[in-house]
């Protein structure tokens, strides 16, 4: 297989994302963050206005899953913070439920589930809510399966999932593509740096006075709505000789968010501080692990990837354990907000969600306009995005 070299990148980044967002109305849903915030906005809905928090900015339910913190605890968190902004918490919760009535279409569910859905989104994030961000919440079937994997997980099955051995080396392929000595230079600079030897030795009660190497680095071809920026996977060696350990790093350029930004939003100005600010309010045990930092003198996103982290993968679901995802999912994103709101804040925000709603099985008419709206908006725009590729594929 002939590799690209670094100038070949973009255009087969770009063609391959066109293809991915092809693949299914779901993934076009996924990797259309950009459009969903401008036909949000060209649509004229009116939103409750809730408090500026940190929100995902692109809360999607694969954008959530299992986390694991540096002492190896896990819990459900949100787990992509790329689009993160002080934000109204509103526009979280319509792409959460924006991205569910998609995977009920999928699912080829009834509209009947799919209305049951929305309306769970709204009660389960109030409840949570509620709660102040405290209390544990009832795991439906398949997070409990997704847990109880993710607990069981080591290092080995990691380097066999991410780079396909324990060797330490990345296999060069269809993932992995070769770097420039630029770049090279430019990761071996950053992982050196004093920010990162915090992360890499803080995990796992690691020795602080540890050696830490990069031992081999790759551009990683991952994602669907990032593909085309900078994203390297780096193998790191921590410590010597017996005690020597591996650590996979996940280094993701920073761009500016699409996601609207609230005005008089005291943010950090450089978008990886961005991106690890808003993790480590919205999902503390990943803000933890995260630094920000520079490669080629773009704004980078540090990670150590652990074995416990894990995507929320829905394959299909029944109706009633549908339902059951969708009200667990927003009882975590109302956790995120939740956890920023004093007990007044989160009383009145609890009280606008429920505007201009009727009793019965109904959500509130603000949400469902904006999902039934955005659905038949995203269902356009991704046959058109179909028929384009079709025609260039001919």
């Given at each position: ?41 060209q649509?004229?809905?009116?939103l ?14 694969g ?20 689009q ?19 995977a ?63 060797r ?7 993932r ?156 975590v ?5 939740g ?17 201009n ?38």
């Amino acid at each position: 297989m002939k590799l690209p070299k670094p100038d070949q990148r973009q255009d087969l980044l770009a063609a391959r994302q066109q293809e991915k967002m092809a693949r299914s109305a779901q993934t076009y849903v996924r990797g259309s963050t950009a459009q969903f915030y401008a036909w949000l906005e060209q649509d004229g809905h009116s939103l409750p206005d809730g408090p500026s928090v940190w929100i995902c900015g692109d809360c999607h339910y694969g954008n959530l899953g299992p986390v694991a913190n540096s002492k190896g605890d896990v819990a459900i968190q949100i787990r992509d913070l790329d689009q993160t902004v002080i934000g109204n918490p509103a526009h979280d919760v319509i792409r959460l439920a924006l991205s569910l009535a998609s995977a009920a279409r999928g699912f080829d569910l009834s509209g009947v589930t799919t209305a049951r859905m929305v309306e769970q989104i709204v009660d389960g994030y109030q409840a949570a809510l509620a709660d102040g961000g405290d209390a544990d919440q009832d795991k439906p079937p398949v997070v409990k399966g997704l847990l109880k994997t993710s607990r069981r997980r080591q290092w080995r099955h990691l380097a066999e999932e991410r780079i396909e051995d324990v060797r330490p080396t990345i296999p060069l392929g269809k993932r992995f593509w070769p770097l420039a000595d630029d770049e090279r230079k430019s990761l071996a600079a950053l992982i050196a740096s004093e920010p990162l030897r915090d992360l890499i030795t803080g995990l796992y009660s690691r020795p602080s006075e540890a050696e830490v190497e990069l031992v081999d680095a790759a551009y990683w071809v991952k994602g669907c709505s990032s593909l085309g920026l900078l994203r390297y996977a780096a193998l790191v060696a921590v410590g010597e000789g017996k005690k020597r350990e591996l650590a996979l790093v996940d280094v993701k350029e920073a761009v500016k968010a699409a996601a609207p930004r609230a005005s008089k939003a005291d943010m950090p100005k450089d978008n990886g501080e961005r991106v690890v600010a808003g993790a480590r309010n919205l999902a503390p045990y990943l803000g933890e692990r995260m630094r920000a930092g520079r490669v080629l003198d773009r704004s980078v996103f540090v990670r150590e990837l652990l074995p416990q982290d894990l995507k929320l993968e829905i394959e299909t679901l029944q109706p009633g354990e549908a339902v059951l995802v969708a009200r667990f999912l927003a009882g975590v994103v109302g956790r995120a907000h939740g956890r920023q709101m004093d007990q007044g804040d989160r009383k009145a925000w609890a009280r606008e969600l429920d505007r201009n709603r009727s009793g019965g099985l109904d959500a509130p008419s603000w949400l469902w306009r904006s999902v039934t709206e955005l659905m038949a908006s995203h269902e356009a725009a991704y046959l058109d995005h179909c028929r384009r590729c079709a025609a260039i594929a001919a």
